[in-house]
């Protein structure tokens, strides 16, 4: 079993309950570091302009607290931080997630799959450690509104 680190904790605080159901039921699996939740209106533009999002405050579900979004990865200890090249990486927490979530009536979008179709490859814009996490009756009440790229 892992546990998260004290950043990673703090993150956590600023997130959703869903969020945080799914996010502490992974953690039994793999090591995760926590990137970002909330995002304050200075912190997007700069996410913008270094190209991690398509959308200006506030635009994103980062922007609301609690937060719906969170950015994550698999904690590499050799590296003492998440590999960000390592795309399989993203690739096996989404799918953890994807079942973490299930295990707690959630959903898991990921930034791979906007639409949330399970087809990985359409989307221009890949934001690998992005997952927007739902309960399901949220996920149903805006599955129309969910974004595309």
């Not at 799914?22 to 997007?44: E, G, K, P, W």
């Not at 590296?79 to 993203?90: E, L, P, Q, T």
């Not at 927490?93 to 087809?119: Q, R, S, T, Y």
Request: aromatic fraction near 14%; charged fraction near 30%.
């Amino acid at each position: 079993m892992y546990s998260y680190g004290k950043t990673s904790l703090d993150r956590l605080k600023d997130s959703s309950e869903a969020v945080r159901r799914v996010m502490f039921r992974a953690i039994h699996y793999v090591d995760i570091s926590i990137l970002c939740t909330y995002r304050n209106a200075f912190d997007q533009h700069v996410a913008v302009v270094a190209g991690f999002s398509k959308v200006e405050f506030p635009k994103s579900d980062h922007n609301y607290k609690p937060s719906s979004a969170v950015d994550a990865g698999i904690y590499r200890p050799d590296i003492s931080n998440v590999d960000y090249a390592d795309h399989a990486a993203f690739g096996f927490l989404a799918g953890i997630l994807h079942v973490c979530a299930i295990e707690e009536g959630c959903v898991v979008i990921w930034g791979h799959d906007w639409d949330h179709d399970f087809n990985f490859i359409e989307h221009e814009f890949k934001d690998r450690p992005h997952f927007l996490i739902l309960t399901k009756e949220d996920y149903d009440a805006r599955k129309d509104k969910v974004r595309t790229s």
